[in-house]
């Protein structure tokens, strides 16, 4: 219940932030309306106009999983400033674990993920037209859903261990944030990638819930079996969050013998 407790009370006061600052959540999904539009605008060019639902709908899952992904690499950048603020000594010395501050953080991330996401669905359902979803399968929809929000954790915790770890993000996340979409099949099915580039994404954790929501909300087959994918779609997701724990556990158990190696801004 502790454990409960302190998130809670994180996340509580996370709030009070976002409240007081209301002008950063709405350039946030301002900034999220941009980078969608930038999604959206090449594929347009490609589409006959009683396609361009269709090209929506796929752009919009795209985005959405990129997006996802971005607010999971944004913590370790969070951890990093609220080093150089000396606000996550308190956080640590008031008995906040490491686990807990990125569950507070993520669930954080995640308000201003959905808003990004609905308001740039909205922009472009005014400016393009509703995008053509159609849920096919329910249960492949929420098992990938799920899938993703485990793989956020898992991100978040090993993106927050090599911050803490190598006393940087900027590089890190830049290179997670745009590799990791365009090599593991988040952004794109993977029936209609290049066979190694398929193979390689079959074999990272991203893949498989991704395929899950693309088939549960757009119909789109699968790489390999649906059987198997919907085992897969939690199972790696699983993996992933075991290896972020451990990480985060080591990097904690580092600062606390050799200190932070970013400098606090004192």
Known sequence: ??????????????????????????SSALT????????ILPLTLFFRGEDIAIALAYALIAFSMFFL?????????NIRRNIMNGIIENQLVSGLSLVEFITAELVTGLLYTIVGIVTFTILASIALGIPALNIVSVTALVIGISGLFLLMWGHAALIGAATLIAGTSSIIIE????????????????????????IFALMTPFSHPCELV??????????????LELVLG?????????????????AFNKIRREGFR????R
């Open 1 to 26: 219940m502790k454990f409960l407790f302190r998130i809670v009370a994180t996340i509580k006061a996370n709030m009070r932030v976002v409240l007081r600052l209301k002008l950063r959540l709405f």
């Open 262 to 265: 970013t400098p606090t801004a």
């Open 175 to 198: 290179l997670t944030s745009w590799i990791i979409p365009l090599v593991s099949g988040m952004i794109a099915p993977l029936y209609k990638l290049p066979e190694p580039m398929k």
């Open 32 to 39: 999220a309306s941009i980078w969608g539009a930038l999604f």
């Open 69 to 77: 992904l971005s607010t999971a690499s944004w913590i370790g950048f």
């Open 214 to 227: 693309r088939y549960g909300i757009l119909g789109i087959e699968t790489a390999i079996s649906l059987q």
């Open 234 to 250: 939690i199972t790696a997701p699983l993996i992933y969050v075991m290896v972020g724990y451990v990480a985060i556990k080591y």
